[in-house]
Every structure is written in structure tokens, then in C-alpha cells.
């Protein structure tokens, strides 16, 4: 055996000897796995037999340290906060009114940290992953949580017979990966007071990834391989401040592309906003520049209809060419359209006449009329000169 594998094989021993000698109550089992394992475990479980069921007819090769498995069953005791013991509470008598304290809360570990140091971090769980090689692969951490109906499965042939597991057509289970709870009894987390972050992702080193990246199962294979799909992406459910919150803030001073959609197709739009009126459409520069909004026509007025309406900045609005050299029209605050270039309607140019007086004039008929008439009054003053000369 190898040296190391000794030194692991005598503190194993040692920390097993320990536990057993503080006497763990009965419903808790402390084994060593075949595969080497640390196994803290309570309940029945196919981890008491070597057998982890999250791969199962997979061929990857598992690895571990310590192992912690409880399995909560309809006949286990509960307690309130302070220890005393209650039944569980009747979940068909749930409302979001007496939520807070209607619900059955377990936890397996429960790392508590308080922090009575000013100015010290407190981490109450930290994950550290290294990756010391080329091409080698590591997490922070990694939860996973999931349903399945498991009656005919692994787990069930570990679970008593009188749990009822629901297994059909309207098997149904809530299932959260990970929820994060910000209970904040100090000053609103909004500069200039001390932030109050749900979760906060820090970048070190060289320039990295993604700060959020969300794939499914197969995301890497064709679509009719794939699974696991979201509903939505990002999902906030009457959880903004309703008057100074903001739904998504960019912060930093420039970046190349705001939002990029180059690759997917919505079938009902790329973007969908309700917009009820003026400021609460698509604003530029703070409303300097204008904005894009729907809704009534005119505030209180009676025509309930939905208009789109365009609200111009300051200086007017302008269409250029797309070379963005030539303005093509332009409309300010007073009303004055000026445009250029040649105006169609029902696919018939539209020629803007002068007025009667011009058109007459440039008229090629009234420039021979008049050409002749020039003609006709040179003779007429030629014929008047010779008569004058004759005479004495």
C-alpha cells in the first residue's frame, strides 16, 4: 500500500473511532464505503450498500471524501426553533399570507457563521476548486436538485413500503437548485449605504468567460437531442423596489455590444414592453433625445384607442441614408418637414407643381408665343427706322 493511501486509511480510522466514540444516536450510521468514502448517514439509502444512485447506467468514474446522506421520511419528529417538538404543518392549509411560518423547513448541514467583528468577512460555506494542470476542470461548488418518480427505481427498493411516492400520469414536485436568502434589517442596500448583494460573482486573473452562463442537458447537441430546457432565463416576481428599482443596471464605462441577439429568432418579438403612455416607452438620453411609447392619444383623452406614438427630441427628428451622410428628412419642434429625394404614393411619383403663373411661363408653347412675338416687334421697328431715314 502506498504511503499515502496509509496516512488517509489511519486518520479515517482515527476520525471513525472518534465519532462512534461520542456515541451517535441510533438512527445515524458512521461506515467507511468500499470505495474508500466517509459515510455520515441516517435513514435507508443505497449509499449504505456503495451504490450512488445519481449515476446510475452511467459509466463515469466517481471519486469522493465525505459523504453525507439523510432520508427524510413521513414518520420523522420535528421541532420549532427552540427544540420543542410539533407536527408537521398541513400544507393545503397554506396561504402567502401565513407562509412564513406554515411551511416544513429541513436542512441536512446548517453552517452558521455570526459576525461580531466589524470589518472581517464571514463565510459561512466556502468551496475552493484548483486546477493545477492544463486542460484540468474544477467548480466552486455544484447542487443539483432533482424529481423523479422512483417507486420501481434504486431509491425506492431502500424506502418502506408505506411511503406513497404518487408515481403516475400527475406525478408533480417543486424543485429549486439553489435559493439564496438576503435578510437585510439595516439601511437599503442603494449607494450611498453598504450593499446588499443576492449573489455576487467576482472576477480575478486574466479575462474571463461568462459571469452567468445557463445551459440544459445536450445544449451542445441538436435540438431534438436536448432537454431540460428553461421556461424563462431571468425571472423577477414582484421583487423590485416599485420607486427607485431597477430591473437591470450596466455600470462601467463602455463595452462593444449592449445587448446581443445576433443568433436566436422570437416568434413574438425581440422585444416585448408594456408602455401606457408618455415616459414609460423607449427613452433616449434621459427623454432629450425622445422616446418610443404606446398607448392613448392624448392623457384623459376619450379616444381609448392603442397609438404608437414617436415623441421627438429637443432639436426635431431626423432620417439619414445608410452612410449616415445624407439627411433624407428631417421634422422639428414647429412643424416643418423638409425632405429630399423623390416621394412615391402607390408606387406613382409624386411632382410637386409650381404654381399656375410659373408653369404658364415655362410653358414651351408660351416660349414660342412669346419668341414670336420678340420676332415680330424687331420687323415692325425695323420698317419704322427706314421710313424715318427717307424722309428729309
Known amino acids: ?83 420543542k417538538p410539533v407536527e408537521r404543518f398541513d400544507i393545503s392549509k397554506q396561504s402567502p399570507e401565513n407562509y412564513h411560518g406554515s411551511h416544513n423547513h429541513y436542512q441536512n448541514v446548517l453552517s452558521q457563521v455570526i459576525n461580531a ?17 492544463s486542460g484540468a476542470n474544477v467548480w466552486g461548488g455544484f447542487f443539483s436538485a432533482r424529481s423523479g418518480c422512483y417507486e420501481l427505481d434504486l431509491i425506492g427498493q431502500y424506502l418502506p413500503r408505506t411511503v406513497d411516492s404518487g408515481c403516475g400520469p400527475d406525478f408533480d414536485a417543486q424543485i429549486t437548485g439553489l435559493e439564496v436568502d438576503v435578510l437585510n434589517a439595516g439601511k437599503p442596500g442603494i449607494y450611498p449605504n453598504r450593499a446588499k448583494h443576492g449573489v455576487q460573482i467576482v472576477g480575478f486573473g486574466n479575462p474571463n468567460g461568462q459571469a452567468l452562463s445557463v445551459i440544459a442537458e445536450n445544449f451542445d447537441r441538436p435540438q431534438e437531442f436536448r432537454a431540460g430546457q ?39 418579438g425581440a422585444v416585448v414592453i408594456h408602455s401606457i403612455g408618455m415616459s414609460t416607452g423607449i427613452i433616449v438620453n434621459e427623454g432629450k433625445s425622445g422616446e418610443i411609447y404606446g398607448g392613448i392619444r392624448w392623457p ?17 427628428l431626423r432620417i439619414v441614408s445608410n452612410d449616415n451622410m445624407r439627411e433624407l428628412l428631417t421634422v422639428d419642434n414647429s412643424g416643418r418637414i423638409a425632405f429630399t429625394g423623390e416621394v412615391s404614393i402607390n408606387e406613382q411619383a409624386l411632382v410637386v407643381r409650381p404654381s399656375s403663373l410659373r408653369a404658364w411661363l415655362f410653358d414651351p ?21 427706314r421710313r424715318m431715314a427717307r424722309k428729309p
Open 365 to 385: 408653347r408660351t416660349l414660342v408665343l412669346v419668341a414670336g412675338l420678340m420676332v415680330l416687334q424687331t420687323g415692325i421697328s425695323l420698317l419704322l427706322v
Open 1 to 83: 500500500m502506498r504511503r499515502d493511501h496509509l496516512l488517509v486509511g489511519v486518520a479515517l480510522a482515527v476520525l471513525l473511532g472518534t465519532l462512534q466514540a461520542a456515541q451517535l444516536p441510533r438512527d445515524r450510521k458512521l461506515s467507511i464505503m468500499p470505495s474508500g468514502e466517509l459515510l455520515l448517514s441516517r435513514g435507508p439509502s443505497p449509499l449504505q450498500s456503495g451504490k450512488i444512485h445519481q449515476y446510475k447506467k452511467l459509466t463515469t468514474p466517481l471519486r469522493g471524501n465525505l459523504i453525507i446522506s439523510d432520508t427524510l421520511l413521513p414518520s420523522d419528529t420535528w421541532h420549532t426553533w427552540n427544540g
Open 300 to 316: 384623459k383623452a376619450a379616444d381609448p384607442g392603442n397609438w404608437q406614438t414617436i415623441r421627438i427630441g429637443e432639436a426635431g
Open 230 to 268: 428553461f421556461e424563462s432565463i431571468l425571472y423577477a416576481q414582484n421583487s423590485i423596489q416599485p420607486e427607485y428599482g431597477r430591473f437591470i443596471v450596466a455600470d462601467f464605462e463602455a463595452a462593444d455590444i449592449g445587448l446581443d441577439l445576433r443568433k436566436p429568432i422570437f416568434r413574438n
Open 117 to 133: 467583528t466589524s470589518g472581517a468577512n464571514g463565510i459561512p460555506f466556502w468551496g475552493d476548486g484548483s486546477a493545477v494542470v
